[in-house]
């Protein structure tokens, strides 16, 4: 079955710990995407990938790290966790070219 | 900056055709008309996309304006399970154009 896993898909941590949200595709896509979703601001794109080694800002990538070494994954690092990083994280992936972005099932994260 | 107006909620009998509108006055050429939906809040899942004909596909119906300047989303017969929040969202197909900017979406719910 086509899908984008995350992985944790719930989390409670601590200001300052470091942590890595997992994302994979077993779709073979070179597209890959994190977003972020807040009450009253909607999905906002942290940073993108469009291929191996290939990564770029988004509109909110402060905090965040990523790295994409090979085509199926695109994890999430918070170096130093705070709590405005409290949040609902998706990752998204697509064919390039493609038409359909596809969505995660979402990890939420709360920092204390 | 978002490239289209959707009216913030809508209410639906379930089994009666859903229309949900969507402006897009400032949309270019190039630039598709894409719908998705998110349930609670699940990862957004596509609908349907369209440049200038009218769409169909097993989901839904996409009717584009002549001038390109407006959109319906039809669900023919809507179900309790289609209750979500609808975005509209206008991209292009180059390299550069698979962020996807998510306004406030429509909340649409379907009654009993």
């Known amino acids: 079955e086509a899908q984008v896993t995350q992985n944790p898909r719930y989390l409670i941590t601590v200001t300052g710990k470091k942590l890595t949200v997992t994302c994979s595709q077993n779709m073979n896509h070179e597209y890959m995407s994190w977003y972020r979703q807040d009450p009253g601001l909607g999905l906002r794109q942290i940073y993108y990938s469009m291929n191996v080694e290939v990564t770029d800002k988004g509109d909110v990538p402060e905090g965040y790290k990523v790295s994409r070494k090979e085509k199926r994954n695109f994890p999430l690092i918070l170096e130093s966790p705070s709590p405005n990083q409290t949040s609902l994280y998706f990752c998204?992936?697509?064919?390039?070219?493609?038409?359909?972005?596809?969505f995660g099932e979402g990890s939420w994260l709360t920092v204390v | 900056d978002a490239k289209t107006t959707q009216p913030t909620s809508m209410d639906c009998a379930e089994g009666r055709a859903a229309n949900l509108p969507c402006n897009h006055s400032?949309?270019?050429?190039?630039?598709?008309v894409y719908w998705y939906r998110q349930i609670h809040s699940q990862g957004p899942q596509y609908i349907i996309h369209?440049?200038?004909n009218n769409e169909t596909n097993e989901m839904a119906s996409l009717i584009i304006t002549e001038d390109r300047k407006s959109s319906t989303l039809i669900l023919p017969h809507a179900t309790l399970r289609d209750t979500a929040v609808y975005y509209c969202i206008v991209r292009g197909l180059s390299s550069n154009d698979y962020k996807l900017s998510f306004g406030a979406g429509t909340t649409v719910t379907v009654r009993a």
């Open positions: 400032t949309i270019s050429g190039n630039e598709y």
């Open positions: 998204a992936s697509s064919p390039i070219p493609g038409n359909t972005i596809y």
């Open positions: 369209g440049l200038k």
